[in-house]
């Protein structure tokens, strides 16, 4: 890059330059070139969720801009294609539904953040509207309202429960109700629908699950009516405070709170029941300093951080650290304590686990000091806290980490993990595919994809017995 195009990109909102920077267009170009050998047995589709405003689109945050998926399909050991298409939402095509005030048009969503499947629908995620249901080739079918039952919002982080097939959710709003816990049965139907008292508007990004309960997280980032008009309304309050709650997953949705030290969670990585009756949550902690110099530079009022990838451009020159909360039902009290001080997000799991005991996450890493030079992606045995690292080089940022188990697998972490990586710089990107038995090994395989992936959110490896391709 010459120094005047560096001195253009340094003038630049991060949100529309370097690894973030959207791609103009939709494509598809099949028969990927692969570093490597593709395990025989994935066969399936990656795809992966993330903004990508429209040409000549500045959303005014990274958060918010249409959503675009990107996808590469996987058979008998090749890279069949690669596409992406972008989430045709209301908001997208200019169809807005003012309504009369007492009612939003919750279709006028990006649709930007995850995309799941579930009772073999495929479903684009945004925690501020309906989802959008897309077809297996990525075409947009429209809002999905469960026959018109959903009214609000629907998390971007909805959790199966891998012995019921239920899906757990939940939807937030700036006025009453504030949050609402909602629940699929494995047929994809609405079975239910209750309203969660909380006091006041928070921004609740994530959510856990536990076999006989739910885990809420109310925390100090708000609601602030003197920012609407700007992308995303939220502000860190240190008058709000901040507390865990647990609520039973089935009868009367009283809730236990408990007081925990000021912070943010964006990503959870599990919850558990422990042989002492106890529940264990791992999530991802950011502190009032981090969360706010991130946010602020998120939303426009930085410039692009060259030497940054994508925990270092959200969170500065602080760390979101994996912290443990351990809440004891019988005494009524919480305990905190880091699991370790690198700076990780994206925490992600073996899903046949979630709500269950798990020994292994997975997680992202940005070094941002000079002892570390590059992007990781770090496996952490839960029991000890020892996280095994795999260096991804200097100058390349790593997506979320998707595990997808091996079949017939006979441990935890048999399997593999699924990430598109691509250089800080902005010059293209790869879908690497790692062993999750050993992270210190070279990738399984590289497939190298033909454009540039902007950095995104969240993804899914879905098998094609899913969808019945």
């Given at each position: 890059m010459t120094e005047v195009a560096e001195e253009a990109s340094s003038a630049s909102p991060v949100h529309l330059v370097g690894h973030l920077e959207p791609v103009p267009d939709e494509i598809e170009v099949h028969d990927l070139p692969v570093t490597g050998a593709l395990p025989q047995e994935l066969t399936g589709r990656y795809l992966r969720n993330g903004p990508n405003p429209l040409p000549g689109e500045n959303p005014g945050h990274?958060?918010?801009?249409?959503?675009?998926?990107?996808?590469?399909?996987?058979?008998?050991?090749?890279?069949?294609?690669?596409?992406n298409r972008w989430?045709?939402?209301n908001l997208l095509e200019g169809r807005f539904e003012a309504g009369d005030g007492a009612a939003l048009d919750r279709s006028v969503?990006?649709?930007?953040?995850?995309?799941?499947?579930?009772s073999g629908h495929l479903l684009a995620l945004c925690e501020g509207g309906l989802p959008y249901e897309l077809t297996a080739d990525l075409d947009t079918e429209g809002p999905r309202a469960f026959d018109g039952r959903l009214t609000n919002g629907m998390t971007a982080h909805p959790k199966e429960d891998p012995d019921t097939g239920e899906l757990h959710f939940f939807g937030y709003g700036f006025r009453p109700p504030y949050l609402t816990y909602h629940r699929l049965s494995p047929a994809g139907e609405l079975v239910r629908s209750q309203v969660v008292d909380v006091p006041s508007a928070t921004m609740m990004h994530d959510f856990a699950i536990t076999e006989n309960h739910v885990i809420w997280l109310d925390l100090p980032v708000t609601f602030d009516l003197d920012l609407v008009g700007r992308a995303l309304p939220y502000r860190w309050n240190d008058d709000y405070g901040a507390r865990l709650g647990v609520m039973a997953r089935d009868g009367e949705p009283a809730v236990r709170w408990f007081d925990i030290d000021p912070c943010y969670v964006f990503h959870v990585g599990n919850a558990r029941e422990d042989a002492a009756g106890r529940i264990v949550l791992d999530a991802v902690r950011w502190d009032r300093?981090?969360?706010?110099?991130?946010?602020?530079?998120?939303?426009?009022?930085?410039?692009?951080?060259?030497?940054?990838?994508l925990a270092g451009e959200l969170s500065g020159?602080?760390?979101?650290?994996l912290h443990r909360w351990t809440f004891d039902l019988a005494s009524g009290s919480v305990r905190e304590q880091a699991i370790d001080d690198r700076g990780v997000e994206f925490p992600t799991l073996n899903e046949n686990h979630v709500g269950r005991d798990n020994r292994y996450l997975y997680t992202v890493a940005e070094q941002l000091d000079d002892s570390n030079t590059g992007a990781a992606v770090v496996k952490y045995d839960t029991a000890t806290g020892i996280g095994e690292t795999h260096d991804l080089g200097a100058g390349r940022t790593a997506g979320e980490a998707v595990f997808v188990p091996a079949a017939g697998a006979r441990n935890e972490d048999d399997g593999w993990l699924l990430s598109i990586v691509s250089d800080r710089s902005g010059k293209g990107?790869?879908?690497?595919?790692?062993?999750?038995?050993?992270?210190?090994?070279?990738?399984?395989?590289?497939?190298?994809?033909?454009?540039?992936v902007?950095?995104?959110?969240?993804g899914s490896w879905i098998p094609d017995a899913e969808l019945d391709a």
């Open positions: 990274w958060f918010a801009g249409h959503g675009m998926v990107h996808g590469i399909r996987i058979r008998d050991g090749r890279a069949e294609w690669y596409r989430v045709r939402t969503t990006p649709a930007n953040t995850h995309i799941i499947e579930h300093d981090t969360f706010r110099s991130g946010w602020s530079r998120l939303g426009g009022d930085g410039r692009a951080r060259r030497e940054g990838g020159t602080g760390r979101s650290t990107s790869d879908l690497v595919v790692l062993d999750a038995t050993d992270l210190t090994a070279a990738p399984v395989a590289t497939v190298h994809l033909p454009r540039r902007p950095t995104g959110f969240h």
